[in-house]
């Protein structure tokens, strides 16, 4: 019997080969394998002993040789073959263990093109495939975690054919994976006929979205993703909705900038509305079912969550709460005074850390990165949907009214149409002092999304009022995520004293909407850019 091993990583190796050795079998190997078993004093026959070809161009070329694949895929139970294999002295190879090349790990690095395709394993897939193929009669490793079952059915007599079976499918799911991160690591075209997918099982999760689905979490191979970029440094192991709403917490929270980085939306706002001041720097999300339950910004984290949490008290318990700056002690007491799932910051400070950590079951994640994947993707029955991300806040600044907005609500129209892109659809975001203060998200229709937020807006403002924060004053800034298909939406929002709407225009209606503002002294704005997000 032989075997083939070419193991970039060597876990599990030396168990393997001393066990195929002490069993009798003929150990072929290629390059620092070999020398890796011979310093541990096993023989190896070199690969080139069984080609009688050297290995050449710096190693690229080992094991792509007759040889070699002829061993591999020759039928065991054809006569044919087995007399081809005598005619040209080619002997068979009966196990196969080989690791690729860290291509995965390398296309993360940051290294130049040409560092890169270096590790592009070639002979490694190429033998891996041929042993899949012939799983018959040959067993193809890959996967170190697999080489105490091999070693089992051997000493029993045989590897059994399920078995077989099971590693030559995870050898091609291996391949696939590594010739699409290939792909996408070369490949320029946004949406080319085959998308590469290039993904690797990072947690099984206990359940899904329900009790009784099944669910796992999955990694792109390729540059880390601000998800898989986290720490978990407190809690509960995370849950399928857990991770969910993390995605769209840290999206939403890192939309206004995220350590010193800028924010996407500040090229519109500076090709547009130049003289505007900047936002406020620091921003926190509430999250719940995967929409935001609460966002607003603030000079100061205490600032900004104390305004996050006034917009719903109710439905902040059992969320996720997103900073886009580091957590101090001040912000963690007060967390720490509601049940949270999750808690997510770039940093903490040691004492917001031991603050946080009271709390037996809030997780707590550190998230170094900004989203960064151009694309995303939704799953349909049989397939997926593909799309850009949306960063695009306005193409225009349409004052399509008698009245231009006044100066002090400029910001609150810029932080309302960012902050409702993140808001389920229909969505409708009241904003004051760069903050929600009423919020409605996924309504059938619009109208009803209005009046719903009017009323919550309503009823944040009169309970700040009694608190002694805030004048009372009605929100004045209305952002709503696509045009109204009837002026009833503005009619609504000047009877709750709204002065300013912005929104994307382009209904077959915007007349009405926009005789309606004229008729309620209300000056609304078109940006041209919808933001739906279903």
């Known amino acids: 019997m032989k075997a083939l091993i070419s193991a970039y990583n060597k876990d599990g190796i030396m168990a393997l080969a001393g066990f195929l050795h002490e069993a009798g079998w003929e150990i072929l190997s290629t390059g620092g394998t070999a020398r890796y078993l011979k310093e541990h004093n096993l023989p190896v026959a070199d690969v080139s002993q069984a080609t009688g070809f050297p290995e050449c161009l710096d190693g690229r070329v080992k094991t792509l040789h007759p040889a070699i694949h002829a061993g591999l895929l020759a039928k065991r139970g054809d ?13 068979p190879i009966d196990l196969v263990c080989v690791n690729l090349y860290p291509f995965f790990e390398k296309a993360q690095a940051d290294l130049s093109f040409d560092e890169t395709i270096e590790f592009i394993d070639i002979g490694g897939p190429a033998m891996l495939r041929s042993a899949a193929k012939n799983c018959a009669d040959v067993i193809a490793l890959t996967d ?12 029993a007599g045989a590897v059994p054919f399920e078995t077989r079976r099971k590693l030559a499918g995870k050898v091609f799911a291996l391949t696939s994976a590594y010739d699409a991160a290939i792909a996408g690591f070369l490949l320029e075209e946004e949406y080319p006929d085959y998308y590469p997918l290039s993904i690797r099982k990072a947690q099984q999760m206990r359940y899904g979205e329900n009790g009784h689905q099944s669910a796992s979490l999955y990694f792109h191979t390729g540059k880390k993703g601000a998800v898989a970029a986290m720490t978990q440094l407190h809690g509960k192991e995370l849950s399928y909705n857990n991770v969910r709403d993390l995605d769209i917490a840290w999206k939403a929270a890192c939309s206004f900038g995220l350590g010193g980085e800028k924010p996407f939306y500040r090229d519109d706002v500076a090709r547009l509305l130049p003289d505007t001041p900047p936002l406020p720097p620091i921003c926190c999300v509430a999250v719940k079912h995967n929409t935001p339950c609460g966002i607003s910004l603030g000079d100061t984290l205490a600032e900004a969550y104390e305004k996050t949490y006034a917009c719903d008290p109710v439905s902040i318990f059992g969320g996720i709460v997103a900073c886009n700056t580091r957590i101090d002690a001040e912000t963690a007491e007060k967390l720490n005074e509601l049940f949270l799932e999750i808690v997510v910051a770039p940093d903490f400070e040691e004492e917001a850390l031991s603050i946080l950590k009271q709390k037996k079951n809030v997780r707590i994640m550190k998230a ?7 694309h995303e993707f939704i799953s349909v029955d049989g397939g997926i949907l593909a799309q ?22 400029l ?17 409708i975001l009241l904003a004051q002092n760069c903050a929600a203060v009423g919020m409605s998200a996924g309504e059938t229709n619009r109208i009803w999304a209005v009046e719903l937020a009017l009323s919550r807006g309503a009823h944040v403002i009169e309970t700040a009022c009694k608190m002694g924060q805030g004048s009372g004053e009605p929100a004045r800034v209305l952002a709503s995520d696509a045009f109204f298909p009837f002026p009833d939406v503005v009619e609504a929002a000047a009877a709750a004293g709204v002065k300013t709407i912005i929104q994307p225009g382009g209904s077959i209606k915007d007349k009405l ?13 078109f940006t041209g850019t919808r933001h739906f997000k279903h």
Do not use: C
């Open 368 to 374: 170094p990165l900004a989203p960064r994947r151009k």
């Open 513 to 525: 909407s926009i005789e309606a503002a004229d008729a309620f002294g209300i000056a609304m704005v």
């Open 411 to 427: 910001r609150d129209m810029i932080f309302g149409m960012q902050a409702v892109a993140y808001v389920k659809s229909n969505a």
């Open 144 to 155: 170190p975690a697999d080489y105490a079952e091999v070693i089992a059915g051997l000493k």
């Open 79 to 91: 006569p044919a073959h087995i007399e081809t294999l005598k005619e040209h002295a080619i002997s």
């Open 388 to 409: 850009s991300v949306d960063q695009r806040l306005m193409e225009r600044w349409d004052v399509v009214t008698k009245l231009k907005p006044e100066e002090r609500d």
